[in-house]
């Protein structure tokens, strides 16, 4: 839990519907710096093991 909502947090599951439903909310519960990176499926940048 992060108690200051000023805190950025980043939002992302599997395929981003529920990423999006998350990020959706934590703004409702007063979060300011929501961002939804959608699905991890996505994602198509270097990976590190």
Do not use: S
């Not at 939002?11 to 961002?35: K, N, S």
């Amino acid at each position: 839990m992060v108690l200051d909502k000023n805190t950025p947090i980043y939002v992302y599951c599997a395929h981003g519907m529920r990423a999006e439903q998350a990020g959706l909310y934590l703004v409702q519960f007063g979060y300011t710096d929501v961002t939804t990176l959608g699905g991890i499926a996505d994602y198509v940048g270097p990976q590190e093991y």
